[in-house]
């Protein structure tokens, strides 16, 4: 077995991994971000970029629940399923229906409030720390509404998030035009969200945390996992096999003795080269 080239191994470079990988390397661990592709190429390059504050009811929820129905009946609808599938859908139905009791949403409710309170401040204080600030702002969100029906779930909504902390006010059409004069002249009304913020380039956001990374002397690879095997003894604790298809062979990257090494006996690659 070669010498030990990292301490860490994080695997996926969007914003959420390669935010991982800078903070760990800041703290002084020497560290390895892995992804099929070049860091910020897939979820975190094409997504609206908001720092959610104000969401914080889960998913699952009776009124989700409820919609089923009409959503698998609907064509042109958001959620489609094929039906010889739904046998093997059910087990997750079961746990998402029991993730809808009162009880288990209220704990959903908590843990996602502790997750989303502290981060735009975190955020700030990493792209700060970065030099990245620029590519973050603090304007607030709207959620906009143009019947009095998407009125009426939009105060149902505010009524649910008020109890909780979430900063939100109900816009009437003339406060929303001074707010936003560019909005449609159909626009009836918003619920406006100051606490929350924006990523006004997210792609930008995650290249340039990778850039600080590798600026830095972390080391980024660009390789597809094939799989991850569990070990159970304490010394072992995974293995990390990494396919370079374009050479038809495996590299695998071992955690040992909380440390990552490549054994060696499986490729004559140099690794000085990655």
């Known amino acids: 077995m070669s010498h030990p080239i990292a301490d860490i191994a994080v695997i996926g470079a969007g914003i959420i991994g390669t935010s991982i990988a800078e903070r760990l390397q800041y703290e002084g661990q020497k560290v390895w971000l892995i992804d099929r592709n ?33 959503l698998l009946s609907d064509p042109l609808g958001p959620l489609s399923i094929q039906w010889h599938y739904f046998p093997k859908l059910v087990p997750w139905l079961i746990r998402f229906s029991w993730a809808a009791m009162p009880h288990k949403s209220r704990t959903t409710i908590e843990a996602l409030k502790q997750l989303n309170r502290p981060s735009i401040e ?127 062979y495996y590299l695998y990257m071992i955690c040992y003795k909380n440390k990552i090494f490549f054994d060696i006996k499986y490729t004559n690659i140099n690794f000085d080269s990655i």
Not at 162 to 187: C, D, M
């Open 38 to 70: 070049q860091p910020g190429e897939g979820c975190s390059k094409g997504n609206a970029g908001h720092f959610a504050t104000d969401i914080i009811l889960p998913l699952a929820n009776f009124s989700t629940l409820l919609k089923v129905p009409a």
């Open 122 to 248: 975190r955020f700030q204080a990493l792209l700060n720390r970065t030099k990245l600030q620029d590519l973050m702002t603090n304007r607030g969100a709207l959620t906009v509404f143009s019947t009095a029906k998407s009125q009426k779930k939009c105060q149902q909504h505010m009524r649910l998030v008020e109890p909780h902390g979430v900063s939100v006010s109900l816009l009437n059409a003339q406060a929303l035009n001074q707010l936003e004069p560019s909005l449609s002249e159909n626009v009836q009304g918003a619920l406006y969200y100051p606490d929350t913020a924006h990523s006004i380039n997210p792609h930008r956001l995650v290249t340039g945390l990778a850039d600080v990374f590798i600026n830095n002397g972390g080391k980024f690879i660009q390789q597809q996992i094939e799989r991850i095997e569990n070990k159970s003894n304490h010394l072992m604790n995974c293995i990390i096999i990494l396919s370079y298809s374009f050479l038809n």
